[in-house]
């Protein structure tokens, strides 16, 4: 498992995440036996939010309640919870976010999260109030880093004019189906190609300027259709058979030649798996060291649909 460290932070992270977001349906055996074949294969962080399990801090209790670190297994493990979406609004104020946050490590068991972050902007932010929240939290020693998620560079820029600390991630949907992150910097300036069209403002490029780690959640859904790309034949057969292709030839499953293909690019980022199958932990984790080829990865690329001008 690639491990690296967290730009402008000593928090040491795997480039592979495990999500809590379907642990709810989990029994406590089947939650350790997750969370051990995670840590077994290399994987050191695990993602929650306050709003997985149907009710305010569902998963993050169940998970608190399943799952005991030992000190030492602790300072190995990065636990990262994100906050601001409430039942049919969105919520940065100052209250809510700290509240939210203390009911989080409160849920989990622990003394204090390692990074807190905004999962979706909200339209009536008030920058200075999140620097308010940022503050209390990191200086009562409850939240050691922050980000956010889904956020465009501007969004992510009028926060940094008021927030002190650095905000060092960014969690976005992208998988090789689900690409414009990338796809719409290959195909920049060809107006008659709606794949050049930016839809996040430069936000892969300004993450790396900025020194700004992108986490990818959904890595296997679909572009345009319901559920995943891998095993769907009828509307990604050639894309099916590049995976099967590679998978055979690197000894591993179509699960990890897909993460690979997020982990190979430069911009060094972090993929967020959904499952709860221990199976496809490791299946998805046999793919976060292997390189491959310019070749093998552009070939991906355009078997999904994507063009190259």
């Known amino acids: 498992m690639k491990q690296f460290t967290l730009p402008r932070t000593d928090l040491p992270a795997s480039n592979v995440i495990l999500g809590m977001m379907r642990i709810g349906e989990l029994d406590d055996a089947e939650i350790r036996m997750l969370v051990k074949t995670a840590l077994d294969t290399g994987i050191t962080v695990f993602d929650h939010a306050d709003i997985y399990g149907g009710s305010p801090h569902a998963c993050e209790a169940r998970f608190g309640g399943a799952v005991r670190f030992s000190p030492a297994e602790r300072e190995q493990v990065l636990i990262q919870s994100k906050v601001g979406i409430r039942e049919g609004y969105f919520d940065f104020s100052a209250e809510h976010i700290v509240s939210s946050a203390e009911a989080s490590i409160s849920a989990l068991g622990l003394d204090h999260l390692d990074l807190l972050l ?25 939240v050691t880093a922050f980000g956010v998620s889904n956020h465009t560079p501007g969004q992510i820029e009028l926060l940094a004019r008021s927030v002190r600390q650095p905000l060092i991630v960014n969690q976005v949907q992208l998988s090789i189906t689900h690409a414009p992150l990338i796809a719409a910097g290959v195909a920049a300036n060809m107006a008659d190609d709606p794949q050049s069209v930016d839809r996040d403002n430069g936000l892969l490029d300004y993450c790396r300027v900025e020194g700004i780690t992108l986490q990818a959640w959904s890595p296997f859904q679909s572009g345009k259709y319901p559920g995943v790309f891998l095993g769907d034949r009828e509307h990604y057969a050639e894309l099916n058979d590049v995976l099967d ?13 897909a993460l690979a293909w997020i982990t190979r690019h430069p911009a060094g980022i972090q993929v967020v798996l959904g499952t709860t199958s221990p199976s496809r932990v490791r299946e998805a984790a046999a793919g976060s060291e292997l390189r491959l080829t310019r070749p093998e990865w552009y070939r991906l690329f355009t078997a999904a649909g994507h063009r190259l001008p």
């Open 245 to 257: 292709e590679l998978a055979a030839a690197y000894g591993v499953t179509p699960t990890a030649i």
């Open 118 to 142: 905004l999962h979706r902007p909200d339209a009536l932010v008030e920058p200075d109030e999140v620097a308010a929240a940022f503050d209390a939290l990191h200086e009562q020693g409850l």
